[in-house]
Nanobody
Framework: QVQLVESGGGLVQAGGSLRLSCAAS????????MGWFRQAPGKEREFVAT????????RYADSAEGRFTISRDNAKNSVYLQMNSLKPEDTAVYYC????????????????????WGQGTQVTVSS
């Protein structure tokens, strides 16, 4: 069982930045590919970014490419999402998720694949 706790959300003006953190209870977070997803009111939860177990591979949604950066520190059992140039349409609850993977370089964009989810952190971007 892996428990995930997100933090770092808040209210920011358009063009600003936030850094989300996800702390995991697992001692071997390095066994998991990690992802960030978001869900706006009335919308489906959508993929934002994913990072492989090793941290060597990443993938981003088109909406996040060039503005967001996912990273991880396996020694600290943590994953991060640096969000720059934020837009009002980035407003959502952001969730981190963990997916057990054998391959060190596998990345996962499908929310159905993820085994564990955090409770989410609210990000609000004002115009």
């Amino acid at each position: 069982q892996v428990q995930l706790v997100e933090s770092g959300g808040g209210l920011v003006q358009a063009g600003g930045s936030l850094r989300l953190s996800c702390a995991a209870s697992a001692r071997t977070l390095s066994n998991y590919a990690m992802g960030w997803f978001r869900q706006a009111p009335g919308k489906e939860r959508e993929f934002v970014a994913t990072i492989s177990r090793s941290g060597g591979s990443t993938r981003y949604a088109d909406s996040a490419e060039g503005r967001f950066t996912i990273s991880r520190d396996n020694a600290k059992n943590s994953v991060y999402l640096q969000m720059n140039s934020l837009k009002p349409e980035d407003t959502a609850v952001y969730y981190c998720a963990a997916d057990f993977k054998v391959s060190a370089e596998a990345t996962v964009t499908s929310k159905a694949s993820y085994d564990y989810w955090g409770q989410g952190t609210q990000v609000t971007v004002s115009s």
